[in-house]
């Protein structure tokens, strides 16, 4: 805890002296002189503390939030209710305290936690292993890359244009340091191209990356997708969100041979957009090869239940050479989340949360299909999220909008992503939306399309309320044409 107490004036002198400058200054003389401050810090005298929670309350009051607005923003974070025994469980302060339980001195009941946790994501993907978490979802698309190298010895990505975009980057990113060249493969009729994919995948192609419901929302076929890289040798990289794993086939059923994906929908809330987790799964044979760490049952000598830390594969605890990870925080605070919210929902209601998405999403997308002004970007199956194209209004004009209470629209402007849908933008659905927050919804987009008509837009409410069926269908970028 050294780093934490002030250096004293002879310390610093000390320290100055063993690395042979006359002053701190002296350290930062390639500082150029132009923006240097030159003057001490115009901080303010210090407030007491109930000024102090004056002062934030006040600018917090300047927030929308999610709670105060009925917002439908998606695009890998959702608003879902985080239900009360995961803050009772996680602020125990066992679990709280620790930094980060890699050390295998770590108590048994942080690796029963790692191990439940482990348990939960495999049996949801359908695949036999999992590690015990990440960072956060780009990141494991990242290591599933290196894994897949380093299993076929081959140096080809192929990603769908359907991924997140931040799993793109980051894999576009990391292919730079790993001497990978990425093809990315492009969207028809919101689905991966199938054609373009057969295509891309050659003998070179380590992976495939994939992603179910896509970035659009659309229900990808990736069985047949993934049965074109698996003829070539290459694997199957999934990248999934957990809370339609209820209703969708898990991927391991579906020939995959990783899934990852962001764990964030899993008991943790937006919070500024983190912190959250990563889960990280795959098929057996893959099990040394997986990036951070894995725990395991076992049983002591007396034949009591026990757990320990099996794999280990980052460079602090193997040789070097035989590392496929630098990870050292596994997000297990966020990980302990998420497990308790799988539990709470159980089976049956993990199911139930996943057919709620699907009715409502289906009720919402029919909704503003049927509104003068809006179109849907494509036709295909979704399950929480969806793709509407604006032909009245720009999508910023549409967001920058009020209504009477201050409310604005909250829904996520696919051009930011992807200049082809400058007109796009998604809504993504959780059990926080109900009917009359998508009615809600619709008025605003009325509103909208009525001002971008130059039309007067007086109603405040929605042109009628319909009632949604109980059951409705649920640095080096190619381009690869």
């Known amino acids: 805890m050294a780093g934490y107490t002030p250096a004293t004036g002879p310390d610093r002198e000390a320290m100055l002296d063993a690395i042979g400058v006359d002053s701190i200054d002296q350290l930062f003389e390639q500082v150029p002189e132009e923006v240097r401050l030159n003057r001490p810090?115009?901080?303010?005298?210090?407030?007491?503390?109930?000024?102090?929670?004056?002062?934030?309350?006040?600018?917090?009051?300047?927030?929308?939030?999610?709670?105060?607005?009925?917002?439908?923003?998606?695009?890998?974070?959702?608003?879902?209710?985080?239900?009360?025994?995961?803050?009772?469980?996680?602020?125990?302060?066992?679990?709280?305290?620790?930094?980060?339980?890699?050390?295998?001195?770590?108590?048994?009941?942080?690796?029963?936690?790692?191990?439940?946790?482990q348990t939960a994501m495999s049996e949801i993907t359908g695949l036999p292993v999992s590690n015990?978490?990440?960072?956060?979802?780009?990141?494991?698309?990242?290591?599933?890359?290196?894994?897949?190298?380093?299993?076929t010895g081959r140096n080809g990505l192929v990603a769908s244009r359907g991924i997140h975009p931040h799993s793109r980057e980051t894999l576009a990113t990391h292919a730079v340091g790993f001497g990978a060249e990425l093809s990315e493969v492009g969207l028809e009729d919101g689905l991966t191209d199938a054609a373009a994919l057969?295509?891309?995948?050659?003998?070179?192609?380590?992976?495939?990356?994939?992603?179910?419901?896509?970035?659009?929302g659309s229900v990808e076929d990736i069985a047949r997708l993934g049965e074109f890289a698996s003829a070539r040798g290459a694997l199957v990289v999934v990248a999934v969100d957990p809370m339609t794993l209820g209703v969708l086939r898990p991927p391991g059923?579906?020939?995959?041979?990783?899934?990852?994906?962001?764990?964030?929908?899993?008991?943790?809330?937006?919070?500024?957009?983190?912190?959250?987790?990563?889960?990280?799964?795959?098929?057996?044979?893959?099990?040394?090869?997986?990036?951070?760490?894995?725990?395991?049952?076992?049983e002591d000598v007396d034949g009591r239940r026990g757990f320990v830390l099996a794999l280990q594969t980052r460079e602090q605890h193997i040789r070097r050479e035989k590392a496929?990870?630098?990870?050292?925080?596994?997000?297990?605070?966020?990980?302990?989340a998420g497990v308790i919210h799988l539990s709470w929902l159980g089976k049956a209601g993990f199911v139930e949360i996943g057919e709620m998405l699907a009715r409502r999403?289906?009720?919402?997308?029919?909704?503003?299909?049927?509104?003068?002004?809006?179109?849907?970007?494509?036709?295909?199956?979704?399950?929480?999220?969806?793709?509407?194209?604006?032909?009245?209004?720009?999508?910023e004009a549409l967001r920058s909008g009020a209504d009477a209470t201050g409310s604005r629209l909250q829904v996520y402007p696919l051009g930011r992503d992807y200049p082809e849908f400058e007109d796009g933008f998604l809504v993504a659905l959780t059990e926080q939306r109900d009917v009359k927050d998508i009615e809600w919804l619709c008025a605003a987009l009325e509103r909208s399309a009525a001002a971008g008509a130059s039309e007067p837009a007086t109603s405040s409410g929605a042109a009628g309320t319909q009632t949604p069926p109980a059951d409705t269908a649920a640095p080096k970028l190619r381009l690869a044409s």
Do not use: W
């Open 132 to 151: 015990a978490g990440l960072y956060e979802g780009p990141s494991a698309a990242a290591s599933a890359a290196y894994l897949a190298m380093a299993v």
């Open 253 to 298: 059923e579906c020939g995959a041979d990783i899934a990852f994906g962001e764990g964030q929908p899993l008991g943790n809330r937006l919070d500024f957009g983190g912190p959250s987790f990563g889960f990280f799964c795959a098929r057996e044979e893959y099990l040394r090869k997986m990036p951070g760490r894995i725990a395991g049952q076992t």
């Open 324 to 336: 496929t990870s630098n990870i050292c925080t596994s997000q297990a605070l966020n990980a302990l």
């Open 41 to 117: 810090l115009a901080l303010e005298d210090g407030l007491s503390e109930s000024e102090v929670y004056s002062r934030m309350a006040e600018l917090a009051s300047k927030n929308r939030n999610p709670e105060g607005d009925p917002g439908f923003l998606g695009a890998g974070m959702y608003d879902h209710y985080v239900p009360a025994i995961v803050d009772a469980i996680t602020s125990r302060s066992e679990f709280l305290t620790p930094y980060t339980p890699y050390q295998p001195e770590v108590s048994q009941g942080g690796l029963q936690v790692m191990f439940e946790f």
């Open 198 to 216: 057969e295509a891309a995948i050659g003998e070179d192609t380590a992976a495939v990356f994939l992603q179910n419901p896509n970035f659009l």
């Open 361 to 395: 999403t289906a009720f919402a997308r029919r909704r503003i299909a049927a509104i003068d002004g809006f179109e849907l970007l494509h036709d295909a199956p979704v399950v929480r999220e969806f793709a509407v194209r604006s032909t009245s209004v720009p999508v």
